[in-house]
């Protein structure tokens, strides 16, 4: 990771860089992503077959703090 500091979005986990991770484990089905605190990214909880399934209403906003 750059230097900074960097939140996994799907644990939460805070990272301090610039470091290399290593030996984070990380599921095969799942993407590490790594933002920094205060990002807010759009998400779509409900799981869908294709991006033609999404109810665009049901779009809500997460920030990593």
Same mark, same amino acid.
């Given at each position: 990771l750059p230097e900074g500091e960097w939140v996994d979005i799907f644990s939460g986990e805070r990272f301090q860089g610039?470091?290399?991770?290593?030996?984070? %484990?990380?599921?095969?089905? *799942?993407?590490p992503v790594f933002c920094r605190p205060g990002t807010e990214i759009s998400v779509y909880e409900p799981e869908v077959e294709?991006?033609?399934?999404? %109810?665009?209403?049901?779009? *809500?906003k997460k920030t990593f703090i």
């Open positions: 610039p470091t290399w991770l290593k030996k984070k %484990d990380v599921p095969l089905d *799942t993407m294709s991006t033609d399934d999404i %109810d665009f209403s049901k779009v *809500t």
